[in-house]
Nanobody, 117 residues
Framework: QVQLVESGGGLVQPGGSLRLSCAAS????????MGWYRQAPGKQRELVAT???????NYADSVKGRFTISRDNAKNTVSLQMNSLKPDDTAVYYC???????????WGQGTQVTVSS
């Protein structure tokens, strides 16, 4: 059974930082592109950042320079370091694992991030 379990969410003041982690089981993430997505109330889910199996990264314009995605294949985890957080970053953040060759695509349950004073 494949599981992606996110952790690290919470309440933080504007300008603060959080580090999200996603622990995978049932798959070896080294063959997957990993990503973080978010969904704010009343909005569609949107891409935040992705990292390929070759460690290439891609970021939404809204988070460039503030967020950093990383992966540790040995620990089967992917992380998202979020700095200079803004109220607009408030959302449920989801971890994703995708393998375009096999068509396999997995999602975590999400972790809430709230940026508020």
């Amino acid at each position: 059974q494949v599981q992606l379990v996110e952790s690290g969410g919470g309440l933080v003041q504007p300008g603060g930082s959080l580090r999200l982690s996603c622990a995978a089981s049932g798959i070896a993430i080294r063959i997957f592109a990993m990503g973080w997505y978010r969904q704010a109330p009343g909005k569609q889910r949107e891409l935040v950042a992705t990292i390929t199996s070759g460690f290439s990264t891609n970021y939404a314009d809204s988070v460039k320079g503030r967020f950093t995605i990383s992966r540790d294949n040995a620990k089967n985890t992917v992380s998202l370091q979020m700095n200079s957080l803004k109220p607009d970053d408030t959302a449920v953040y989801y971890c994703n694992a995708a393998n375009t060759y096999s068509g396999r695509d997995y999602w975590g349950q999400g972790t809430q991030v709230t940026v508020s004073s």
